[in-house]
């Protein structure tokens, strides 16, 4: 695993993938750009890029535990982040633009709010739907 870096990009030597610095001073990465990050947790980004592709680690434990502690980092899940490095290489494999193609299990804008919760009734059980 190997990650370089100036002082206005971060570059794997095993994934397509990126971190840059914007304007602001911030950093972006290439599969998460929705996301204004520390160099820090770009780095953590980038490493995780590198964690998820790397066949050999599918079954180690030790691994495994590292992408979940990188995610952490980011402020996503383990999955969300493997949703979105699955998806910018399948859009990759097909020519198309890998931002394109959003979805449903993407994370939500990092400034997004949560619904306030709805009180439920004390005398009625709350009604699931399965359908």
Same mark, same amino acid.
């Given at each position: 695993?190997?990650?370089?870096?100036?002082?206005?990009?971060?570059?794997?030597?095993?994934?397509?993938?990126?971190?840059?610095?914007?304007?602001?001073?911030?950093?972006?990465?290439?599969?998460?750009?929705?996301?204004?990050?520390?160099?820090?947790?770009?780095?953590?980004?980038?490493?995780?890029? &590198?964690?998820?592709? %790397?066949?050999? *680690?599918?079954?180690? =434990? #030790?691994?495994? !535990?590292?992408?979940?502690?990188?995610?952490?980092?980011?402020?996503?899940?383990?999955?969300?982040?493997?949703?979105?490095?699955?998806?910018?290489?399948?859009?990759?494999?097909?020519?198309?633009?890998?931002?394109?193609? &959003?979805?449903?299990? %993407?994370?939500? *804008?990092?400034?997004? =709010? #949560?619904?306030? !919760?709805?009180?439920?009734?004390?005398?009625?059980?709350?009604?699931?739907?399965?359908?």
């Amino acid at each position: 695993m190997a990650v370089h870096g100036t002082d206005d990009t971060l570059r794997s030597d095993r994934t397509p993938e990126f971190a840059q610095r914007t304007e602001t001073g911030g950093w972006r990465l290439s599969w998460l750009p929705e996301y204004t990050l520390t160099r820090e947790q770009a780095w953590a980004g980038m490493e995780l890029d &590198e964690l998820v592709s %790397d066949l050999a *680690a599918v079954h180690d =434990r #030790l691994a495994h !535990a590292e992408i979940s502690a990188r995610a952490d980092l980011l402020g996503i899940i383990w999955q969300q982040a493997l949703i979105k490095l699955a998806k910018r290489i399948d859009a990759r494999g097909r020519g198309d633009d890998p931002a394109a193609g &959003e979805s449903s299990h %993407d994370p939500p *804008a990092p400034l997004s =709010r #949560l619904r306030p !919760a709805r009180s439920i009734d004390e005398h009625r059980a709350p009604q699931a739907y399965y359908g």
